[in-house]
């Protein structure tokens, strides 16, 4: 129902009115309580925000909210996650997406060409976010007047601006470079030459010349037109009343007491909001009868300042907040008072991300802090400055110290954060001022992503007031705070033991040490909080770094007279002397990167850098993924119930625990199957749909919720409770070791088994050395493709059924669909389009998914479909094999291996999904280097935990990171370097034939030594390693570490089908088996067509690669499609369709000769006329069998990376990385470099960062983007060169392409290499200090991933108290 807004009073209004993309929307008994990303998805044609977690943590779902200020007569643009924005809270506002900024109908924007232009957009599923984010950044920077004007085609953004402003927004594609190009294409101070590879311009051209090929930037559109209609409506708050809930909007605190009052009365549920960002982190599946929107009260809205200090509102966004701390105070603070202020400033801006500040108040962060204990920054430092709020509950107003009102039992719902007071520090304040005193104030925070985007791990916060003495001369601490929080605490506190000890002490080593081990029993988290013990070192490791600059020797008194230390040599320690602690900076995030791309046109177009297809329309957000297909009328929606029991008999599931879930149509378990219980189904098993009488794992589907919402079905299945036997079952098998007591394993057929290399006695009698039975252990890894899994299936006549599913084997969900539902094949179809991301998880897991839909449409006669939750997707789809390894290896005293033996324990799970492929998987890569001999025993354990699948380079990951560990251990062992143990176990093209007598390939092929050399010499790498050792000569805070390792991985071609036809205008229509999932494989496919179809040489048939078209896998259309994985698929699509091509060649080729003959020339288009009079028959259907003898072959790469680790948090920077890659010939480099690039930093996700934890019954627990950190634009390498070598002919290949899709993944093992040789010079400091054996000792066995805490454990979680004492014991 529409209403006329000019007939009602503002306060009672009843409708919401807004605008998307310039479209008004004016709603009336709308539910206020729905997301934003929920209305626009199912309520509006603009489907580019995309939902990837739900909570804030991703940006796929960023848009654009424009807010027009009458008071100013300004608009505000700021980014929000529409995941967690309410509907309530955009009234009056204009609401801009992806489309909004640009779309195929009225025009592209730049930005979006650009991105296309830079290869910025992979499988497309986070560019919208991108681009809308840095659309933002875009237009705000315009506004700013007090920049100076850039040159015409720039913008008034700079490339720190434009890099940061895609901070908060995950890729798990592209590694995040070209993204940064393409936005740092805009800014003012970009310096062309370092803008990379991309399909604009060609190496060596001008400056003039690139801006003039870039899409042009103009200024003067810059801005957005905010919509006339909305102005009156934007500073009024919605107050609605659906059938569902009540929103109001007060504007007084007496109307929001009354309201407050009512809440109590009615006896109904309230919630207080002004972001709702929190439910980002507090999961809410509760309605609320009522919600009131603080926005629009004066009071909490403030922003005051006056010489006391600032006074901020509680409903003021953290953005606003930070703002107001930062911007220029003239005159109005002290200096330190300004410190202070800007300090608070910068670490605000490290929570959460842009999009979360912008709509997340600094009030509803402290009642979060207050309420549930959330590991707040904002409480944390706020503590340290003796911080004031206000709160008010009923009618009586309350100041508090923070410290007061966070130690207060939590607050009741009807009590009202009004403000916050931060006091203006000066040195006067409560102490006597003195001449050489000086406020120093600093914070820290130890997270994962350094520029936020991640809770950290702790925080502080240090306020002291510093007087120097002149006899004895040093520093006394004067009124100091010390603020900790977020280490697993109830919540921030001041250890005020510590801060009294230091009173009337001059500080000194012995001092400091001292205060030290009272911290160490102040600051302990709560029991149940992850690494307690690292979290406890921060705090010590931040106390010492912001102390010890004051007592370290190199601090020195000018002259020895306390007069000379002025206060300004005072104020520089905050800025050079922190600096020996501070990770290394740098101006920009991406300081530079190369791409070197050899280019090729002996095949036009195969071999061009062809931007990728569909790109733009992934920017703009138009392209359709499976969750984007409109829901065909009376569709419902499926969400899983899981086992939480490893191994229990079900008895019974019950939904309506306790609250009644709204809007359940249906439970379907195994008994509504009306075929076979089935999952999937692979080459090696298959899996039940759902568990019946049995659960085999944590995780496993027990029945699908079907109701008439997502949100409803997701609901009610979290709300579930299942009901567990386990009388006299035997117990799970939990880990590899039971399995093996107990012989639960899984087979491998014989001919995928690897065969041995060599006779290992023999190699273990020749050598000097021998390590015997040691041991490591791998974890696994998610997949985190950004759109999770989906499927939808629609019921068709004659019981057949049509599914849209996400997933890399159409084919197989064919099959187990129709098994499932007991009828032929060809009553079902499937269909796939694109993927938003794959990597292996869409496999076999996906099956289930489309399966699961397919039932119940079948059941219930009405289309189904399932958008399934982060949760849920991180749940089930097991990841990465873990695995137990054991070794003994055999050398020579100079390093050479002459035998490797591997006892290798996989844990596959509760079912066998690919599990088998895994030994040949893992031989591939641990043959990377000449080992004399290699023996090796690999067992699929059977256990009942998920079931693992094949993660983009699956076993090779692992096998990597196992041989490099190997060398490592070797070269410790003997004290050798690394590189030389490396160098020497480096494969001669003769052992490479041993080791691999099937796919070495010809001696020419052999690429492997010269990139091995020629990356040495193009990346310093000599001259870096040399400077690295005096780095950490000269450093003690902070070590680095360089490391160069090779790949050797072999893959294997798979048959695929192709299908090509020519329309009667010329156009031409592609079907593929290979599915495109953002590696680029449609664009590949496109240009082998218009190559294949070229070959018939008349008039304009160079230029075929506008008209072909490729489309989505439509498992009817061309069967036998198979699987999309092993990186082979693009080159073997590629070779399906030049067979085709061949075929229609050869068909057209006689017609060509007779219209030449007769006109001397033909075009294109009048040929393909003439073929169709003539009825020549212009579709070709092929099946590409790869050759038996030649189907395997080997890629080569190498990589060196240096890090630097903070010894004090374990953090590690990587410096830099360069790639050399043998593309063989490079299809399209454009997109094997951004596979390589793509598939490195995913690589540093598994080596570094990434945790796939779950608890001891097999049940993930970082099951969220909370607790699971994958990389970010901030955690890539800091100068990222990348060099495709385009190494020539190899005349069994397609074209001579070779693979790049997963072996680059497993170069990243040289960050974990590089880490592990500062982890060691590490140790060896400790051990020059004294240390104990177990720091002390330089062999390290790093575990993956090497997070923060692990490489700190390493490191020595004590360091600092170990150099203390040693200090102490010198002196
Ligand atoms: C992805 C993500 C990452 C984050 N990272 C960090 C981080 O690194 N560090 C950090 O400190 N924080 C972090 N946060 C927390 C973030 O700062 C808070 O979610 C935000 O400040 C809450 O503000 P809001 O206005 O959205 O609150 P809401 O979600 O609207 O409210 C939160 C709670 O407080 C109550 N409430 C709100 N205002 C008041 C008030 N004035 N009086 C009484 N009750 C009130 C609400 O009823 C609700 O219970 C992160 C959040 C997200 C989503
Ligand atoms: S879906 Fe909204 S931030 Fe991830
Ligand atoms: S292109 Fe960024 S997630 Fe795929």
């Not at 939990?734 to 087979?747: P, W």
């Not at 996906?846 to 006669?861: D, F, I, T, W």
Request: glycine share 8%; charged share 20%; hydrophobic share 35%.
């Amino acid at each position: 129902m529409v209403k006329n807004t000019n007939a009602m009073d503002a306060t009672t209004k009843q409708s919401l009115v807004f605008a998307v993309n310039g479209r008004s929307f004016e709603l009336c008994n709308v539910d206020p309580s729905t997301t934003l990303l929920e209305f626009l998805r199912y309520q509006t044609p603009f489907k580019s925000v995309k939902l990837s977690c739900g909570e804030g943590g991703c940006g796929a779902c960023v848009v654009l909210l424009s807010r027009y200020d009458s008071a100013t007569d300004k608009v505000e643009d700021s980014t929000v996650s529409s995941c967690l924005t309410l509907l309530g809270s955009v009234n009056g506002c204009s609401i801009t997406t992806a489309e909004g900024i640009g779309n195929s109908k009225d025009g592209f924007h730049p930005i979006q060409e650009r991105f296309s232009g830079f290869h910025a957009s992979q499988c497309g599923f986070c560019t919208p976010g991108m681009c809308v984010s840095f659309y933002s950044a875009l237009i705000n920077a315009e506004k700013s007047n007090d920049r100076p004007e850039p040159c015409t085609g720039f913008s008034k953004l700079t490339v720190s601006e434009a890099e940061k402003s895609i901070a908060g927004n995950l890729c798990r594609c592209t590694g995040y470079r070209p993204i940064v190009d393409a936005c740092k294409s805009f800014a003012s101070d970009v310096d062309m030459e370092d803008l990379g590879f991309n399909s604009f311009w060609r190496k060596g051209e001008s400056n003039e010349v690139k801006l003039s090929r870039l899409p042009p930037y103009d200024r003067k559109n810059a801005t957005r037109v905010f919509p006339e209609f909305l102005k009156k409506d934007s500073t009024v708050g919605a107050n609605v009343d659906s059938q569902r809930c009540h929103w109001r909007s007060p504007v007084s605190l007496e109307e929001l007491q009354n309201l407050l009052q009512m809440e109590g009365n009615e006896g109904t549920s309230m919630k207080i909001i002004v972001g709702n960002t929190g439910t980002g982190y507090y999961k809410e599946h509760v309605h609320y009868d009522k919600y009131i929107d603080l926005r629009y009260i004066p009071k909490l809205s403030i922003i005051r300042k006056d010489s006391t200090g600032i006074e901020i509102g509680a409903a003021v966004m953290i953005s606003k907040a930070i703002e107001t701390l930062k911007e220029e105070n003239e005159g109005e603070f002290s200096q330190e008072a300004k410190l202070v202020f800007e300090k608070i400033g910068d670490h605000m801006e490290k929570i959460a991300s842009r999009f979360i500040r912008n709509s997340g108040s600094v009030g509803g962060n402290l009642m979060m802090a207050q309420r549930k204990h959330f590991p707040s920054d904002i409480a944390t430092i706020l503590l340290s400055v003796d911080t004031i709020v206000e709160i008010m509950t009923g009618q009586s107003r309350l100041k508090l110290t923070l410290e007061e009102f966070l130690g207060r039992p939590p607050l009741d719902s009807r009590t009202v954060l009004l403000s916050i007071k931060i006091p203006c520090w000066e040195l006067s304040r409560g102490v006597s001022s003195d001449a050489h005193d000086k406020l120093l104030f600093e914070t820290y925070r130890a997270a994962p992503r350094p520029l936020g985007n991640a809770l950290p791990y702790l925080n502080a916060a240090f306020l002291a007031q510093v007087s120097l003495r002149e006899s004895p001369t040093g520093f006394m601490l004067k009124n100091c705070r010390f603020a900790f929080g977020a280490y697993g605490t109830k919540h921030a506190i001041r250890v005020k033991q510590v801060e009294e000890f230091f009173s009337g002490k001059l500080l000194s080593i012995s001092v400091l040490y001292e205060a030290i081990k009272l911290l160490e029993t102040l600051v302990i988290p709560e029991d149940g909080t992850s690494r307690p013990a690292y979290r406890s070192s921060l705090a010590v490791g931040f106390l010492f770094e912001f102390l010890s600059p004051l007592i370290d020797s190199t601090v020195k008194v000018p002259n020895g007279s306390v007069n000379g230390y002025n206060r300004a040599s005072l104020f520089e320690y905050s800025t050079q002397e922190h600096d020996r602690f501070s990770q290394t900076k740098f101006p920009t995030l991406i300081s530079s990167s190369k791409q070197e791309v050899g280019l090729k046109n002996e095949y036009h177009p195969v071999g061009e850098p062809t931007t990728k297809t569909g790109a733009i329309l992934q920017a703009s957000g138009e392209a359709i993924y499976v969750d984007d297909i409109p829901s065909p009328k009376d569709c419902l929606y499926g969400a899983f119930i899981y086992s939480t029991e490893p191994r229990a008999r079900v008895k019974g599931i019950k939904l309506n625990h306790g609250s009644s879930p709204d809007g359940v149509i249906a439970l379907i378990t195994s008994k509504d199957i009306p075929g076979f219980n089935l999952g999937s189904k692979s080459f090696f098993g298959s899996e039940p749909l759902y568990a019946e009488e049995l659960t085999e794992g944590v995780g496993q589907r027990i029945a699908f919720v079907v109701a008439d919402t997502q949100k409803n079905a997701d609901i009610a299945a979290n709300l579930a409770v299942v009901e567990y036997d386990k009388e006299n079952l035997e117990p799970p098998i939990l880990s590899v070791e039971e399995a093996v007591e107990r012989c639960s394993f899984y087979n491998v057929p014989p001919p995928l088994y690897p065969k041995q290399v060599g006779d290992l006695s023999e190699g273990m009698a020749e050598a000097n050395h021998r390590i015997l039975d040691a041991q490591i252990k791998l974890g696994s890894q998610y997949y985190f493709y950004m759109e999770t899994q989906t499927a939808l299936a629609i019921p068709d006549e004659d019981n057949c059924m049509v599914v849209y599913s996400s997933i890399q084997c159409p084919e197989y969900a064919h099959n187990t669909i129709a098994a499932c539902l007991g009828v032929p094949g060809h009553n079902v179809r499937v269909k796939t389009r694109r993927l938003g991301g794959g990597f292996g998880g869409k496999a076999v897991k996906s099956m289930a998914v489309a399966s699961a839909c397919a039932v119940a449409a079948y059941r219930l006669h009405c289309p189904v479909r399932v958008y399934v939750n982060r949760k849920f997707d991180m749940i089930m789809s097991g990841g990465r094999h873990p695995m137990k390894i054991t070794y003994s290896v055999g050398f020579k005293s100079n390093g050479k291996i002459t035998a490797l033996k591997l006892d290798i324990l996989l844990d596959s799970g509760m079912f066998v999904d690919v599990s088998p492929i895994m030994p040949a998987h893992m031989l591939g890569s641990l043959r990377k280097y000449d080992w004399g001999a290699l023996s090796f025993d690999i067992k699929l354990c059977k256990t009942n935990l998920p079931s693992r699948g094949a993660v983009r380079a699956p076993g090779d990951a692992q096998a990597s990171y196992i041989s490099e560990a190997v060398i490592e251990h070797v070269a410790s062992y003997l004290s050798m370097e690394v590189d030389s143990v490396r160098n020497i176990n480096l494969h001669t093209h003769n052992s490479l034939e041993f080791f691999f007598p099937t796919s070495a390939g010809e001696p020419s092929e052999y690429t492997l030594p010269s990139i091995w050399e020629r990356l040495a010499t193009t990346s310093s790498f000599y001259d870096r390693t040399k400077m690295v050792k005096v780095f950490n000569r000269c450093h003690k805070w902070k070590k680095r570490g360089i490391s160069r390792v090779p790949i050797v991985y072999e893959v294997s071609m798979r048959s695929t089908p192709g299908k090509v036809s020519i329309l009667r205008d010329g156009s031409i229509v592609v079907e593929v088996g290979g599915i495109e999932m953002g590696q680029g494989l449609w664009t590949k496919v496109k240009q082998m067509t218009a190559y294949g179809l070229g070959l018939v040489k008349c008039g304009g048939a160079q230029d075929l690669l506008e008209k072909v078209r490729v489309i989505e896998a439509d498992t009817l259309s061309v069967i036998q499609g198979g699987l999309t994985a092993g990186s082979t698929t693009s080159e073997a699509s590629c070779e399906a369709v030049r067979l085709c091509c061949n075929v229609l060649v050869e068909r057209l080729i006689p017609l060509k000769e007779k219209l030449m003959e007769k006109f001397g020339s033909v075009e294109w288009e009048t040929l393909i006329l003439e073929a169709y009079s003539n009825s020549v028959n212009l579709s070709a259907i092929e099946l590409y069998v790869p050759n038996f003898s030649t189907m395997r072959y080997i890629n080569y790469g190498v990589a060196v990376s240096e890090v630097e680790v903070n010894l004090i948090t374990g953090e590690t920077t990587i410096l830099q990385t360069d790639i050399i890659y043998d593309c063989g010939q490079s299809l399209n480099p454009a997109v094997d470099l951004g596979q390589i690039e793509g598939a490195y930093v995913q690589g540093i996700g598994f080596f570094m960062l990434e945790e796939y934890l779950t608890n001891s019954d097999g049940l993930v627990i970082t099951d969220n983007t909370w607790t699971y950190k994958i990389p970010t634009v901030d955690t890539i390498p800091k100068q990222f060169n990348v060099e495709i070598l385009n190494s020539g002919n190899h005349k069994d290949r397609v074209l001579s392409s070779k693979a790049s899709g997963e072996p680059p993944l497993t170069l990243a093992v040289s960050v974990h290499c590089a880490t592990r040789a500062a982890v060691r010079e590490a140790r060896r400091q400790v051990l020059s200090w004294g240390g104990g054996n177990e720091a002390g000792s330089t062999l390290v066995q790093l575990e993956v991933p090497a997070t923060m805490p692990v490489v700190k454990e390493l490191c020595g979680l004590d360091i600092v108290q170990k150099y203390l004492q040693w200090t102490i014991a010198k002196n």
